[in-house]
């Protein structure tokens, strides 16, 4: 119990305690600017010394910043920040001068709180030597208590627009946000573009192992019933390549399929998956749960997630059971993939790898746990809109 208190107390004088660190660095960010801003003028007639005294700027200015996140994430519970990459910016440095502002504030804050705890304390002593009556130390007490009340909710005010000023500028501006989507929109075009090659290779190896050996076996097969000359004989081989040409057929519709589900045509995504659920090797129990049908690309992407989930499950984990859950959750529509097979499957093979950049393309997410001795559970999530 005591420990409990304890720690309680640890978590609520972090704010107090940062906002007074706070306050004791932007004294120091104020020396820095101020110097560094003199140094700057007094060597810009001399590039090589303004360079230079450029260099020694970012890399104080860094230091300055390091501390800065180091008290705002461990005192003033900010949150994960972001990390600073390459050197120091014009913006970074712009935020050491806009902390110049909470600083003064939280100096403000704890000097109205000094004048407090002297005023209170000189109550205390007239009250004891007779000098103020009960009820007029009744209501000193009331005012100070609204004023200390005041006076905390403006620490923790100081605190908020503490953490809001780094957020917004320890953060990349928009031309650095828009440098970065134009990067991953390339990493994910790129992505698809191996993916949908990877794709093709397997297909055209599945035509030709597959198809095409069974299609050459059919022609031999039919040949051998043209040149029988037993009735018998022709029979027995003509329903034999009966059955080869509905193999055939099946295989080709699985090729089909992998190139575009035109059952999302007509069907909905759990409907279709349901068809997929019945022609699987290991029993599947499909929950849909999607109140407004999602984007034809979405289902898409979802359908050849489901598969390959199912292919991995029956082929090399050995499951008996795969569980497959659809729903929609703060605006992301998510699939759940779960079965109770053997595991190991490598997210970075060339099957998961080209879900994860298909699922990329749309500005989704996609995770693969799967410890060796299992259970696998694959988990995709992308946007709603």
């Known amino acids: ?21 706070g306050t004791a660095t932007a004294v120091v960010e104020l020396v820095f600017l101020a110097v560094a801003a ?11 010394v ?51 502002l909470p600083g003064a504030l939280g100096l403000l804050a704890y000097g109205v709180l000094g004048v407090g705890v002297v005023l209170a304390g000189i109550v205390l002593l007239a009250t004891v030597r007779g000098e103020l009556s009960l009820v ?30 780094a957020r917004r500028l320890l953060g990349p501006g928009s031309r650095a946000e828009l440098t970065q989507r134009v990067h991953e929109l390339t990493t994910s075009r790129a992505g698809v573009i191996a993916a949908v090659d990877a794709e093709r290779q397997r297909i055209e190896r ?13 022609g031999m097969l039919l040949g051998r019933a043209r040149r029988a000359r037993d009735t018998d004989r022709t029979h027995a081989l003509l329903a034999q390549a009966h059955e080869d040409v509905q193999r055939a057929v099946e295989e080709l519709r699985e090729v089909a399929w992998r190139v575009y589900p035109s059952a999302l045509d007509g069907s909905d995504l759990g409907e279709v998956l349901a068809m997929v659920a019945r022609r699987s090797e290991v029993p ?78 749309l500005d989704g997410r996609l995770w693969v746990t799967s410890p060796v001795g299992g259970p696998t559970t694959v988990l995709a999530e992308l946007p709603c809109g």
């Open 1 to 21: 119990m005591g420990e409990r208190r304890t720690g309680r107390w640890s978590e609520r004088s972090r704010l107090p305690v940062g906002v007074a660190a």
């Open 38 to 48: 003199m140094a700057l003028a007094v060597s810009a007639p001399a590039p090589t």
């Open 50 to 100: 303004g360079r230079r005294v450029a260099d020694l700027t970012r890399r104080y200015a860094a230091l300055l910043l390091l501390v800065e996140r180091r008290r705002l994430t461990r005192l003033l519970a900010a949150g994960e920040l972001p990390a600073p990459v390459g050197a120091v910016t014009r913006r970074q440095i712009g935020y050491l001068a806009a902390r110049l």
């Open 136 to 165: 007029d130390a009744l209501v000193q007490v009331v005012v100070g208590a609204v004023l200390l009340l005041l006076n905390v909710q403006a620490i923790a005010s100081v605190a908020a627009l503490d953490v809001r000023l």
């Open 206 to 218: 599945d035509l030709h192992d597959g198809l095409q050996q069974r299609l050459v076996a059919l």
């Open 284 to 361: 599947v129990r499909i929950r849909c749960d999607l109140p407004v049908r999602p984007g034809r690309q979405i289902e898409t992407v979802l359908y050849f997630v489901a598969c390959e989930a199912l292919t991995n499950a029956a082929k090399h984990a050995a499951a008996s059971l795969v569980t497959v859950e659809i729903g929609v959750r703060e605006g992301w529509v998510r699939m759940r993939v779960h079965d109770d097979g053997a595991g190991g499957a490598d997210p970075a093979g060339r099957g998961l790898s080209g879900l994860t950049r298909r699922v990329a393309a």
